[in-house]
């Protein structure tokens, strides 16, 4: 996992580029390896924390099997960042820094994420 630095923004726009992040994931040239979507999914719900990790939804015994070994393995990525004790503010900047780097690293529409962000 990414680490950050303490000072890595003031406190004010940390909640900004976390959402400006979330929305660049969403334009990345190349869909990231898997590994790295469980880390973004992990942080992001670490993030956001709605529901809380212990109100969260757990895959259901009736889940098709792919489907519930999926929901496992979300649930444990995001279980495991619990664990570590990381806040809810410390996974923004974390996802934050991650999208950055996969902007880098595959690509990124900007063309795309300003369209969609004058339309709205």
């Known amino acids: 996992m990414l680490t950050t630095a ?4 003031p406190r ?5 580029a976390f959402k400006q992040a979330v929305n660049d994931s969403r334009y990345l040239k190349v869909r990231p390896s ?5 880390e973004l999914y992990s942080l992001y719900k670490q993030g956001i924390q ?4 212990a109100l969260a939804p ?6 098709l099997l792919a489907e519930r070994m999926k ?8 279980q495991d960042l619990v664990h570590e004790g990381l ?3 410390q996974a923004q ?5 991650l999208v950055d780097s996969l902007k880098v690293k595959y690509g990124f529409d900007q063309q795309a994420a300003s369209r969609e962000s004058t339309s709205k």
């Not at 004010?12 to 900004?16: E, I, K, V």
């Not at 898997?34 to 469980?38: A, G, S, T, V």
């Not at 929901?71 to 995001?78: D, E, L, Q, S, T």
């Not at 900047?93 to 820094?97: F, H, I, L, N, Q």
Request: proline fraction near 10%; hydrophobic fraction near 30%; glycine fraction near 8%.
């Open 6 to 9: 303490q000072d890595w923004q």
């Open 12 to 16: 004010q726009s940390r909640g900004l």
């Open 34 to 38: 898997d590994d790295e979507m469980l």
């Open 50 to 53: 709605d529901p809380p990790f």
């Open 58 to 63: 757990r895959p259901g015994a009736f889940d």
């Open 71 to 78: 929901g496992k393995a979300k649930i444990k990525a995001w």
């Open 87 to 89: 806040t809810p503010e």
């Open 93 to 97: 900047e974390t996802y934050a820094v």
